[in-house]
């Protein structure tokens, strides 16, 4: 006998319970230092007024079909030209969401007898393309061009003939830190290699106009670059940009773009808004990275936290207990400031991960970031 239907699950729940590990939905509360609306467009006017055009001008809600089918709409495409030209790539693919698009990319362009190399700390949605796909794959040392370029020879001595391909972050989500970019390209043309950048948390705010930290390296034929819409661009959806023939064949061999329902074409709306905006608007760019620099300046000196130089802030505090006991206190302050455990750290490097927006009034910016300063050492202080 198998017992009641449901046991198994409530042993899970249970035990993740016990071990500090069990998530619940919250509601939004407090000052926002946890979302990745980093530039503030998720409620800018712009984009709500031009969706409410689209609107008024009879752009549906819903795609009513995949792309191939009678779900390829007018929005699409004009937000596809306009990102191919603001990201210097041949053409542009819209998806629903990044977790679907590196699914897509990794299960698709990676060929049997090709090998993949990714970085231990890229997107989980990196890691499952890589298993769910066809290439052999190897994840490395984070950030380590010669661990990549040491798994590399390993795979041609034991014969391995394919093609190479590398996929990376280039802002790493909850480190803050970046991809030495420049390196890895590099090893990448000696190899002969394609190289696949996540630029989800760099797009909007890094590169100019917020192009991303690959901008330097735009209309090469061996990048493929994802630039997220749910994050600085304050959308939902995401953007593959690269080679025209890599686009196409995702269009023809890329199973989650095939048989997907297209997304609503008023995201690509507010997407292509958001892109106008990034270039109409620099002071947004200026002003956050005016706070990121301040910011790192407050956590060095009071708390002893290495700054990131970006707008993810990692305060590692390892057990998962004192992590979740110093961001309830956090939030009793009036700080939305989350807890990150495993699995999506690695074990022992429970964290806080701050991240700074311009959701925050800028005129009290100085005084919140003092008293959230004094917060978190006082909190860290009582949880030792």
Not at 33 to 39: A, E, V
Not at 73 to 94: C, K, N, Q, T, Y
Not at 128 to 152: C, K, M, Q, S
Request: proline content about 5%; charged content about 25%.
């Amino acid at each position: 006998m198998n017992g009641p239907p449901l046991a198994r699950y409530e042993a899970t729940l249970q035990g993740l319970a016990r071990k500090d590990r069990l998530r619940r939905l919250a509601p939004r509360s407090g000052l926002d230092f946890s979302s990745n609306d980093y530039l503030g467009l998720a409620s800018c006017g712009r984009l709500g007024n031009a969706v409410a055009a689209a609107i008024a001008r009879g752009t549906p809600v819903g795609a009513t079909g995949s792309r191939l089918l009678r779900g390829n709409a007018p929005e699409h495409e004009e937000l596809e030209a306009d990102a191919a030209a603001f990201f210097g790539a041949e053409r542009a693919l819209f998806f629903g969401g990044g977790y679907i698009a590196n699914f897509a990319l990794l299960t698709a362009l990676p060929q049997k007898g090709d090998l993949l190399v990714l970085d231990e700390l890229a997107h989980a949605s990196m890691h499952e393309g890589a298993r769910a796909g066809r290439a052999e794959f190897v994840p490395v040392v984070h950030n380590d061009a010669d661990a990549l370029e040491d798994a590399i020879r390993r795979w041609r001595a034991s014969g391995g003939m394919g093609r190479i391909w590398i996929a990376v972050e280039s802002l790493y989500s909850m480190d803050g830190d970046r991809a030495p970019l420049e390196s890895l390209i590099a090893l990448a043309d000696r190899n002969e290699a394609f190289i696949v950048v996540d630029e989800a948390h760099a797009t909007g705010i890094w590169g100019p106009d917020g192009r991303g930290l690959a901008a330097a390296f735009k209309g090469r034929d061996n990048i493929v670059a994802l630039h997220t819409c749910g994050k600085a661009l304050g959308a939902s959806g995401a953007l593959v940009t690269g080679p025209r023939t890599l686009c196409d064949y995702l269009v023809n061999r890329s199973r989650p773009f095939i048989y997907a329902t297209a997304p609503s074409p008023l995201m690509a709306v507010a997407a292509r808004e958001a892109l106008a905006v990034l270039v109409d608007e620099p002071m947004r760019r200026v002003d956050l990275h005016e706070r990121v620099a301040f910011a790192g300046r407050q956590f060095a000196e009071r708390c002893g936290v290495r700054a990131s130089g970006t707008q993810i802030q990692p305060v590692v505090i390892g057990d998962v207990r004192r992590t979740m006991a110093v961001a309830a206190e956090l939030q009793a302050h009036g700080f939305d400031i989350r807890g990150i455990r495993p699995p999506t750290v690695p074990e022992g490097t429970s964290r806080l991960r701050i991240s700074l927006t311009l959701n925050v009034d800028e005129a009290a910016t100085s005084a919140m970031m003092d008293a959230l300063v004094d917060a978190l050492a006082e909190t860290r202080r009582m949880a030792t």
